[in-house]
């Protein structure tokens, strides 16, 4: 398909976006909107619309305003942005910066370090203030949350999304003077924190949960990924042995079978009605490749005697030949977001393709790219108001949910995939990669849009 028809439908999308942005005390975004006719631009309102509130985490990078700054990044890389989009732009900025020194959540995905994150990508330096507040936040056994997710605890968690590993990733992204005692910190709290295992390390998202998530979101190949990116930015090759643990944990964990690598989405099974196998970033060798990149940028070869780049690509084949994105029955693959489904998996196939250089694996992998922007062309619900999709829930009647805004599971986010993918190939191999916490040592450093 031609690039422009990627690009049309992203910019249509991200309109349709921006028509959803409120404003009280700074910019804000409800995460669904409903489609009964209350799809609407009030984003000049001096208050929001009396049937919407902000959600709690209105700030947040997965659901809130700091996750329209990766959109706003990619836009920048081909096209000066509009008034429209300079205000907003500002906007998140002041939000976030005024609001840092007060934080307490710490994580990427619901605090402090995706504010780092936004204010880096829009406002480069203006992150200090937020980078300080998490250093002086930490504690030996890492950060405290007010995130909800053990009964009465606000004990620290261990993941990707909530927890310390986030954090860690987000320092050494972010670099300054409060980079190193982030990271150090919170990989001597996960190594303090890591479950020995037969074969190596293994983390839950928190210290009492006794089933796993052990992909990428809230496991142990997201905490190895953290542990190898700070290792080798620290020099310490503790934390670089417990990562190469951690993934030494996830092989027999998982099958190698038919040249691929997955691992359980959950263990034991979950309780809840979900795939016992998914493909995606969150739970699925998408996400875990990343584990594989980030050896390979600490300098590990091997894991259990097989090479690190082997086990990446075993990840990249899981996802060729396990059917994504057909919906091929109830429950697989009803998500085309970033973080559950298809944007996300296109994401990481592109990276993986410009870290490879050319040739006919990366060229396998940029046509599987393109059928995850097919596939959202040919989902996406267009109409005057703009381009947005709708997820399903087969658990549910009805089954489509109401089209989500948000950068992990909504509009914002596939737009700033299609925009990539349009521009990817307009550009080609070489074309810039608006790189994020959670993934930039995944392509060459010289193609990262934050490389000093």
Known sequence: MAEYVYRDLGESAWSWVLDQ???????????????????????SAPTPAPTLVPAKDRDSLYAGIA???????????????????????????????????????????????GDVTALRL??????????????DLATPEGWKTTVEFEPGSDAPLNDIIIGTAGVVMTAVWAGGEHAQTIATTGCEALLRAADRTEAGLDWGIGSSTEWRN????????????????????????????????????????????DGGFIVPHSIPPSKREVEPVTYTWCHGPAGTSHLFAALSHAGVAEVSGIPVGELRQRCL????TSGVPRRLRPGFWD?????CGTAGVGDVLLDAAQDGGVTERSETLVRAAHTMGDALVERAVKDGAGARWRFLEHRKDPLLLPPGT?????????????????????????????????????VPADLRSTAE
């Open 406 to 442: 948000s950068w992990m599971q909504g509009a914002a986010g596939i737009a700033a995939y299609l925009l990539r993918l349009s521009r990817f190939i307009e550009t080609g191999a070489n074309a810039v990669v608006v790189d994020r916490p959670d993934q930039w040592w995944a």
């Open 122 to 135: 829009l406002a480069p330096g203006e992150e200090s203030v937020a980078l300080r507040r998490l250093a």
């Open 335 to 339: 998500n085309d977001g970033r973080c």
């Open 21 to 43: 942005v409120r404003w009280d005390e700074g910019p804000w975004l409800p995460e669904s909107v409903s489609e009964d006719g209350d799809v609407q631009d009030t984003a």
């Open 214 to 257: 052990p992909n990428y979101s809230h496991g142990t190949a997201g905490v190895g990924a953290a542990l190898a990116v700070a290792g080798a930015a620290l020099h310490r090759e503790d934390f670089v042995a417990a990562a190469v643990q951690g993934a030494q944990h996830l092989l027999p964990v998982g099958s190698l079978d």
């Open 67 to 113: 996750g329209l700054a990766p959109v706003l990044a990619e836009i920048a890389q081909y096209r000066e942005l509009t008034e429209r989009e300079r205000t907003l732009s500002a906007g998140i900025v002041a939000r976030l910066s005024a609001q840092a020194s007060a934080r307490t959540e710490p994580s990427l995905y619901d605090g402090l370090a």
């Open 317 to 320: 084949t899981s996802i060729l």
